[in-house]
T-cell receptor, first 111, second 112 residues
Framework: GENVEQHPSTLSVQEGDSAVIKCTYS??????FPWYKQELGKRPQLIID?????GEKKDQRIAVTLNKTAKHFSLHITETQPEDSAVYFC??????????FGKGTLLTVNP | NAGVTQTPKFRVLKTGQSMTLLCAQD?????MYWYRQDPGMGLRLIHY???????AKGEVPDGYNVSRLKKQNFLLGLESAAPSQTSVYFC???????????FGPGTRLTVL
C-alpha cells in the first residue's frame, strides 16, 4: 500500500517568515495530494490540494508543489502569522476515495 | 447543514466493555471513513465505506467492526475494548473523486 513520509515533525518560525513542510510518497500511481490543517482540539480541515497533472498551485499565502518524478510534494506558507500555528498533514491518494496521511507537522509561529 | 457529526464527544470505558460510535452526515456523500489519531501517528484509517451497505478494512481494522445500514450513518463498534484503543476517533465523508474529505469533531475515547 501507499506510504507517506512527512518532515519535519515540528517546525518553529518567527512571524513573517516562511515555512516549508515536505512529504514523500511511495506509490507512483498516486495522483491526488491534499493538505489538511488541524488546530488544537479541532477537526482536520482541507487547506489546499493538488492533482498529479499540475506542478504547483497557490492560494494567497499558501502554495503546494509536486514533483512526480521524485515522488515528493511540499507545502509553502509565506508571511506566517500566529493563527497559522497548527498541525499540518499531507496525504496521498492512488484511488479516488482513499487517503493515506503523513504523521503530521506541528508548526509554531512565534510573535 | 450540520455537516459531519459524531456522538459521543467523550467516553471512558473499562477494559472488556463494548460501545458504538455514531457518525452522521447530511451532505448525501457516498463515501465514509473512520480514522484514529494518536500522538505522532497521524490519521490512520480503520474502516471505510464506498456506499450504503458496503464496508471495507483500512490500515488498522483489528478490534473494530463497522456498519453502514443507511447512507447517512456510519457506525464504529468496539466489542471488547482494550487500553490500546485509547485514542481520538474521527469520522469523515466525501462525495468521492478528488473531493474534500469533511471530518467530524472527533470522539475522545479512554479505555482503562
Amino acid at each position: 500500500g501507499e506510504n507517506v513520509e512527512q518532515h519535519p515533525s515540528t517546525l518553529s518560525v518567527q512571524e513573517g517568515d516562511s515555512a516549508v513542510i515536505k512529504c514523500t510518497y511511495s506509490d507512483s500511481a498516486s495522483n491526488y495530494f491534499p493538505w489538511y490543517k488541524q488546530e488544537l482540539g479541532k477537526r482536520p480541515q482541507l487547506i489546499i490540494d493538488i492533482r498529479s497533472n499540475v506542478g504547483e498551485k497557490k492560494d494567497q499565502r499558501i502554495a503546494v508543489t509536486l514533483n512526480k518524478t521524485a515522488k515528493h510534494f511540499s507545502l509553502h506558507i509565506t508571511e506566517t502569522q500566529p493563527e497559522d500555528s497548527a498541525v499540518y498533514f499531507c496525504a496521498a491518494s492512488s484511488s479516488n476515495y482513499k487517503l493515506t496521511f503523513g504523521k503530521g507537522t506541528l508548526l509554531t509561529v512565534n510573535p | 447543514n450540520a455537516g459531519v457529526t459524531q456522538t459521543p464527544k467523550f467516553r471512558v470505558l473499562k477494559t472488556g466493555q463494548s460501545m458504538t460510535l455514531l457518525c452522521a452526515q447530511d451532505m448525501n456523500h457516498e463515501y465514509m471513513y473512520w480514522y484514529r489519531q494518536d500522538p505522532g501517528m497521524g490519521l490512520r484509517l480503520i474502516h471505510y465505506s464506498v456506499g450504503e451497505g458496503t464496508t471495507a478494512k483500512g490500515e488498522v481494522p483489528d478490534g473494530y467492526n463497522v456498519s453502514r445500514l443507511k447512507k447517512q450513518n456510519f457506525l464504529l463498534g468496539l466489542e471488547s475494548a482494550a487500553p490500546s484503543q485509547t485514542s481520538v476517533y474521527f469520522c469523515a465523508s466525501t462525495a468521492g473523486g478528488y473531493n474534500e474529505q469533511f471530518f467530524g469533531p472527533g470522539t475522545r475515547l479512554t479505555v482503562l
